[in-house]
Structures are given as C-alpha cells and as structure tokens.
C-alpha cells in the first residue's frame, strides 16, 4: 500500500502534474494540500478511479484526499476551537486504517497572533493524536507540518533561524508528538542530512538542494509495524511550473 502526500501550492496551477504522478506511481491514497480553493475538481480524480473528499477555503489553504478504495469521512476540521474556520485538517477511515491530512499553520511572523495560532493548533493537534492512537489503532498523520524538526533537516541554520518553522516553541510541539507515541516515518528509513521536501523558488535553491523537510508522516505504534518505507520523490519540483514541495510517499504492508 502506497500513501503519498504533497502540498501543491494550488492545485488549479498544478492539477496537470498531479494526475501525471497519480498515472505514473499509482498510489493507494494521495493527500494534497494547499489547494487554494473552495472548488475541488473531483471528476478529474474520479476518471482515474479514485474516490474523493476535500474541505476548501477560497485563496488560501484547504486539504483533499484520494484514495482507489471508498473511505468514510470522520473530520473535516481539528476539534477544540469552534471559531477554527480555516480549511487545514481531513480525518477519514480506510478500512482498520486512520488517515489524518494536516496543513499545519505556518505561523510568520514571529510574535504575530499568526504564530500564536500556531502553537495553539498544534496543541489540539497533539489532543487529537492522543485520542486516535487510544485502543492500538493504526493511524497515519501525514501532511505539510510546517515545521523543521531539527538542525539537519534545513540546508542552513542560519537562513531559517528567525522564521517560524525553525523556533524552538514549534520544534518543542513536534518532539512532544514523537514523546507521545508517535515516529517520524521518513526518519524511521532515513538518516542524516540533505534530505528535503520544499525549496524555496528563488536563487536556484532546488538546483543547490537548499531545502527544508517540513512534509512529514507521524505514525502510531500500531501503523509503525506496517510500514516498509517512506521516500520522497523530488522529481515532480523539477518540472516546469512546479510547487515548491516535493510528494513524500509512505509504503506500508
């Protein structure tokens, strides 16, 4: 089984290279995030043979996922804050498994009610994972978390030390998930630096690899025992036009 996730930096601008990977690696389940909008083009997924549920929000934002078997919808918004309205968080069941797919909130500028925001997501995020992961279920958190884990996994500490990706409040929250039961799938197979999910579409950054890995998959004990490997496929960011995300892939038993 093959789960892939991929931020696409608006999928109206990037709908064909989408369903070029969709036909070239066949995955089980693709969550896309960043849609940037509140009309979701499901026919498109649907010829390809894939189900589909998506929450949108106009311009900014919003999360979909495809998946080649029907699968029940469970969330479509992160639990604890009713006055949440933005479109970053889908729950579903498929089959024994749950799937999370996350837009975790970026949170620039630093000190901003934008940073507070994101603190405070991640807080319930971590609320949510606990409750999912109770009686051993198997549960697969995947998406863009917005967040550099540690130092090896930004080509530069320097360049990232004041963004909000790379403070240590949000780095705390991460490792707290990891504390919680959790483990990062790509470090699971993947060690050292270099590795990275987005580059930054100025000074030739991709061509120098002077990337970040912010796209993550969390997994539960129980998932843990099921997956075989997870990769991420930089190809895609080479292409004309690209997002500035690469799809990272999750292949389990």
Same mark, same amino acid.
């Given at each position: ?16 290279h ?17 849609l ?9 997924f ?6 589909c ?6 311009t900014?934002n919003?999360?979909a ?6 699968f029940?919808?469970k ?7 009713s ?11 498929l089959?024994?498994?749950t799937?999370?797919?996350? *837009? ?11 940073? #507070?925001?994101? =603190?405070?997501?991640?807080?319930? +995020? !971590?609320k949510?994972?606990?409750a ?5 279920k ?19 500490t ?19 998930y ?7 799938a ?15 579409? *100025? ?11 912010? #796209?993550?998959? =969390?997994?539960?004990?129980?998932? +843990? !025992?099921?997956?075989?490997?997870c ?15 690469a ?7």
């Open positions: 089984m093959l789960i892939a996730s991929w931020n696409v930096n608006s999928l109206k601008s990037r709908l064909p989408v369903l070029d990977w969709l036909r070239a690696h066949e995955p089980d389940v693709l969550m896309l995030q960043e940037k909008s509140l009309d979701f083009p499901a026919a498109e649907e010829a390809l043979g894939y189900h549920a998506a929450v949108g929000q106009k900014w919003g999360v996922i495809v998946a080649r078997e029907p029940d919808v969330a479509t918004a992160l639990p604890g804050d006055n949440d309205k933005q479109a970053r968080y889908l729950e579903i069941a089959g024994d498994l799937i999370v797919n996350i *837009y975790l909130p970026n949170g620039n500028p630093v000190g901003s009610p934008k940073f #507070d925001y994101k =603190l405070a997501w991640m807080d319930r +995020l !971590k949510r994972m606990s999912l992961k109770r009686n051993g198997a549960v697969v958190i995947g998406g863009d978390y917005n967040v550099i884990p540690e130092d090896i996994d930004c080509f530069s320097r360049f990232w030390k004041d963004d909000a990706l790379f403070q240590p409040e949000p780095r705390a929250r991460f490792r707290g990891l504390e919680n039961g959790y483990t990062d790509f470090r699971k197979f993947n060690e050292g630096p270099g590795h990275y999910t987005f580059w930054k579409y *100025y000074r030739n950054q991709f061509s120098k690899n002077q990337g970040i890995r912010i #796209d993550h998959f =969390l997994v539960s004990p129980a998932a +843990l !025992k099921r997956i075989t490997g990769a991420v496929d930089v190809q895609p960011r080479g292409l004309s036009k690209p997002s500035d995300h799809p990272i892939i999750l292949a389990m038993r």
